[in-house]
């Protein structure tokens, strides 16, 4: 890995994990562009979820520790969210890259919409 290149994944992964500290999971609106970069878009979806995986949990045990959350709060979102990350990551690999990124990109819009406006 060149010098420039690894410099600007380091300032990347500090940026994705203050975000995902800071906005919970929002990493990956960091992380995917960076990745999508050097990797196919699929990939770069799929090895966000690695990536992010690890700071979710340090926020998540942060957020648990100092009670700003419990896990009663979370369990309906993981009944229903793991079964949708099995068919998630199955899609994945069989939807047209190019939807992947309009899906994506609609949704960093949707989200960012909602949050100036509700």
Do not use: E
């Not at 990939?43 to 690890?54: E, M, N």
């Not at 957020?63 to 959350?69: A, H, K, S």
């Not at 998630?88 to 309009?102: E, R």
Request: with cysteine; glycine share 12%.
């Amino acid at each position: 890995m060149g010098k420039i290149k690894k410099s600007k994944s380091i300032v990347f992964g500090i940026i994705a994990g203050f975000i995902n500290g800071l906005l919970g999971a929002g990493g990956g609106m960091i992380v995917v562009p960076m990745l999508q970069s050097s990797l196919d878009t699929k990939k770069a979806h799929s090895t966000c979820v690695a990536v992010i995986l690890p700071m979710t949990i340090v926020s998540a045990i942060l957020y648990l520790v100092t009670g700003r959350v419990t896990i009663q709060d979370s369990y309906i979102y993981m009944i229903f969210g793991i079964p949708g990350a099995f068919i998630g990551s199955y899609l994945l690999q069989k939807i047209n890259k190019k939807i992947i990124k309009k899906v994506f990109a609609l949704l960093i819009l949707w989200a960012g919409i909602k949050i100036l406006f509700f």
